[in-house]
């Protein structure tokens, strides 16, 4: 007996990262699985987005398990497609139980003006509306909806730190979330529904792992003439947690994913949680 059996999940930005790693432990705990990522590259993210190839390893790893699972290529920034997706897993499970918000990207590059940020909120904080949106009428006494965050959205100043466009664009959607989340639990509080938001510190994705992050947190290598390494920049990720780590897994994030998802926390609701370390133990930033 799983924690989940009989529960359908809707997991956005599941192709990798945290949301494949969502799928699979609720999966693991006897859920299906409906599972969306757009699968494609967006211009101003200067990490590789996920591909169709990863989607269907996510659909693999949990077919493993023994569960079912909807997999779609969809764009959280567009309602209709996004419903057409939740739609097409309806069909095949009948009623909807849990809601990850995960999809998320921290832009870089502006190929005009402001781009990233039209692109870090439409996707961080649009793509957080969309969601819900398109499940709320699907959802009964409770169900669950859980927001992916981040501690940098919950950091005073972190919003005039991150430096570009993009980077100001992620760290302000995050903060909206931490507001949302607070503001429409109430709402949905008579219904039995909850929501909740989870806020990691860096975690180990791709999001994390690109050359733009490593010149953020290296800038005296860069001040040499050169792009720091990976191992260079692991050096002072800590700097970030109380604790002495450079990141969490995504898997660290998975586990208070299906304790929100699980009838563990049925009064639990409108809360922003930490998965960061210490970090905002540590503000003012670094």
Known sequence: ?????????????????????????????????????????????????????????????????????????????????????????????????????????????????ASGFVDGMDVDFVGVLNTVAVSLPHLGAGASVIVTGSTAGMMKGTTEAMGNTGGVAYSLAKKMIANYVEVLALQLAPASVRLNAIHPTNTNTHLLHNE?????????????????TREEAELA???????????VEPDDISSLVLFLASDDSRYITGLNLRVDAGAMLKTPMF
Not at 237 to 247: D, E, N, R, S
């Open 1 to 113: 007996m799983g924690k989940l059996d009989g529960k359908v999940a809707f997991i956005t930005g599941a192709a990798r990262g945290q949301g494949r790693s969502h799928a699979i432990r609720l999966a693991g705990e006897g859920a299906d699985i409906i599972a969306v990522d757009i699968c494609e590259q967006i211009d101003s993210v200067p990490y590789p987005l996920a591909t169709p190839e990863d989607l269907a390893a996510t659909v693999k790893e949990v077919e493993a398990l023994g569960r079912q699972i909807v997999a779609v290529k969809a764009d959280v920034r567009e309602r209709p497609t996004l419903q057409a997706a939740l739609d097409e897993g309806l069909a095949r499970f009948g009623h909807l139980d849990i809601v990850c918000a995960n999809a998320g990207i921290c832009p870089a590059i502006d190929s005009h003006l």
């Open 212 to 228: 733009v992050v490593y010149k953020a947190f290296r800038p005296d290598i860069v001040a040499e003439g050169r792009a720091p």
């Open 237 to 247: 990720f800590p700097v970030m947690q109380a604790m002495p780590i450079p990141y």
